[in-house]
């Protein structure tokens, strides 16, 4: 038993590339770190996993030195190891409840789940015996993608719609390359496409496909195509050309469309979290002078520690106590903000001080404010919402349409990537029971 109170370190690279900035573990490192596990009988760990992987099961086999057992455990639970262990918030997660961390620092649960599919990721799907009926999946995202790849390993034929040229939502564009390099992504992909899975790109839910044509031509349609628009700042300025939304930056980084963004050289990015981070690192990684503008402290940010620590090790400035009030051409006037109370989540609540407004140079700003729902989009679909324009489904994921499933952002608002794969799984898994057994 390693009794070290702190992890294996985990190498990493200081030179503000776009390659990973995490370089991974050696067998020696994974080893060491798994010998920190306590195989704890009631497992804390696997209970505060959203998908329940096994942990101390698979952290065993790295002990015994056999990966693909390993990997076969973690993919009982999860189909995309390399996106969750590069980007769940572990913190609040699994590692968040590990014994370990009573005294010290929690089992490194990511890192080795990371060494264990770097290593393992190439092992094939496989398809069971066909089955004659149809689904699409709508989306491909990580909750598309779980659908699909669980349906077609179940032997469905399965197309997948996607509104971009390329897979892999938010795992493709939303990510930087130095988080979750991308040729993870085309991996995962391409074992799907293995499965004999379609893609149709540039198919556009409710402008040229028509929910109504893809019901008459599949069996089932699972719908996951997150939450459409960007939350807006509303204050002046905020149309300006030198000013991005999260989702337009992120994806001008990731189509390597980058002219413009290399000739800024103060760039503000408004909000607190992983989303924030990602950009203003980004800006960093193209030569600016970045600050981070956050309405609350830096205790309330979502963002996940480690991103907050990167971004602060990575000379990225914070303004805490403070928001937008306007946007002009070559500054932004932010207004300073007093601590009043906290609210129901135990953060911090704010307010503007009168007459605080002071101005910052700026030649960039990126709002990270969120997203939200389409709704003349939902409302086109005419599948029931609630109130806020999240879909509303049954415990089997079906919506308010037979034999229209839904998951991940869309129904649940704004929420992680495991949180995303596990709604493509139990939708697969439904649709599946649905078809075997329609009564
Ligand atoms: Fe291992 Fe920590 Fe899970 Fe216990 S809680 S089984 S120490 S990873």
């Known amino acids: 038993m390693n009794l070290s109170a702190t992890q294996t370190v985990m190498p990493t690279r200081d030179d503000l590339s776009f390659q990973e900035t995490n ?65 769940c918030h572990v913190e609040h997660q699994c590692q968040g409840s590990c014994v370990r961390a009573i005294k010290g620092e929690s089992v490194a649960i ?41 349906l077609a390993q179940l032997g469905y ?9 390329y897979a892999g939502g938010i795992v493709s564009y939303g990510v930087p390359e130095y988080r979750l390099p991308h040729r ?39 719908i996951a195509i997150g939450e459409e628009k960007m939350v807006p ?17 992120l994806k001008k980084v990731f189509e390597n469309k980058i002219d413009d963004l290399l000739d800024f050289k103060k760039v503000i990015v408004i909000g607190g979290g992983n989303t924030a981070m990602d950009c203003a690192r980004c800006a960093k990684r193209f ?83 969120g997203s939200k729902p389409d709704m003349r989009l939902r409302n086109k679909l005419g599948i029931q919402t609630d109130p806020k324009g999240r879909v509303l489904i049954n415990d089997d994921y079906q919506t308010s349409i037979s034999n229209i499933y839904s998951g991940g952002d869309m129904v649940r608002g704004a929420d992680t990537v495991v949180r995303a794969i596990d709604a493509g799984k139990k939708a697969a898994k439904n649709i599946h029971e649905k078809i075997l057994e329609p009564h």
Not at 132 to 142: H, Q, T
Not at 323 to 342: A, F, G, M, N, Y
């Open 157 to 165: 034929q399965v197309d997948i719609y996607e509104k971009e040229a």
């Open 110 to 150: 990511n890192h080795l789940e990371r060494f264990v599919s770097d290593h393992m990721s190439q092992k094939r799907l496989i398809k069971q015996a066909s089955i004659d009926k149809k689904i699409a999946v709508i989306g491909s995202g990580p909750s598309g993608l779980a659908c699909a790849s669980d």
């Open 184 to 222: 993870w992504v085309y991996l995962e992909i391409e074992k799907i496409k293995e499965l004999g899975v379609h893609f149709f790109y540039n198919s556009i839910l409710g402008n040229n496909i028509n929910l109504d044509v893809l019901k008459e031509n599949y069996d089932a349609i699972y």
């Open 233 to 249: 700042l509303n204050v002046p300025g905020e149309n300006l050309p030198h000013v991005y939304n999260s989702f337009n930056y």
């Open 287 to 369: 030569g600016a002078d970045v600050t981070i503008v956050y309405r609350r402290l830096y205790e309330d940010m979502p963002a996940s520690a480690s991103e907050i620590q990167e971004a602060s090790k990575e000379g990225i400035n914070f303004e805490f106590l403070a928001s937008p009030v306007e946007i002009r051409e070559d500054s932004i006037i932010l207004t300073k903000r007093e601590v009043i109370s906290t609210d129901k989540q135990g953060r911090n609540k704010t307010v503007e001080i009168p007459n605080s407004n002071y101005s910052i140079e700026a030649d960039a700003i990126i709002l990270a404010l």
């Open 23 to 87: 370089c991974g573990y050696s067998l020696t490192d994974a080893q060491l770190e798994a010998d920190r596990c306590l195989q704890c009988k009631h497992q804390p760990c696997v209970t505060a996993c959203p998908i329940h992987v096994p942990i101390p099961q698979f952290i065993k086999k790295i002990g015994e030195n056999d990966l693909e057992a390993a990997y076969d455990i973690i993919t009982s639970r999860s189909n995309f190891p390399n996106f969750c262990s590069r980007v």
